[in-house]
């Protein structure tokens, strides 16, 4: 599932990165087609439950996610993304349905979307992270080690972010919203 960057003079770069993303425009898998064919892959149904995650929201998401480098500062202003006002590498889901639902910033509604994560996708457990923002530091290394997708927080600290951040868009797919109002949430 990984978008694989070219072979490149000098090795990989931040800038290269980002360069290629935005030239390929590469985001998430969309739509009832791509799903089918991401969840017929899982062999049993508890693989495709371990393999779902929720997506939060203060805007809609049409055709796809993308991580909010990509994006303009204008456009994570306007139509969300990155969290807290900062663009990031990466797309944050959450195992938490509810969780997810929190990432609508200060939004009067949001939408949560379920979010499927490729069975081959090849995720690396940083739990010494505490924030998506933190994958910065080491995103050359993590595409280098071909990581489709970071786990940041300690599971056992209810008060850390404990959320997955999709460093390969390619590698998620991304399910139809349910929309809601933040104030009051069910």
């Not at 070219?6 to 969309?30: A, D, F, H, W």
């Not at 393999?51 to 993308?66: E, N």
């Not at 600290?157 to 809601?180: C, F, K, M, T």
């Amino acid at each position: 599932p990984r978008a694989r960057i070219p072979k490149t003079r000098g090795g990989l770069s931040k800038e290269k990165i980002l360069r290629y993303l935005k030239r390929n425009l590469v985001q998430s898998k969309s739509g009832p087609a791509a799903g089918w064919l991401f969840a017929r892959e899982f062999d049993t149904p508890q693989q495709l439950a371990d393999h779902t995650y929720w997506h939060g929201s203060g805007s809609g998401v049409s055709g796809g996610l993308k991580p909010s480098i990509t994006m303009s500062e204008a456009e994570v202003e306007s139509a969300g993304g990155g969290g807290y006002g900062e663009r990031y590498w990466g797309i944050s889901v959450s195992k938490k349905k509810n969780l997810a639902s929190n990432f609508t910033g200060t939004s009067r509604s949001g939408n949560v979307y379920m979010a499927l994560l490729h069975k081959d996708a090849v995720v690396k457990d940083m739990p010494e992270l505490s924030d998506a923002a933190d994958v910065e530091e080491h995103i050359v290394r993590l595409w280098e080690d071909g990581v489709d997708a970071v786990w940041i927080g300690d599971e056992a600290d209810e008060h850390s972010e404990q959320e997955l951040v999709v460093l390969n868009p390619q590698a998620v797919w991304i399910g139809r919203g349910e929309h809601y109002p933040v104030f009051p949430k069910k």
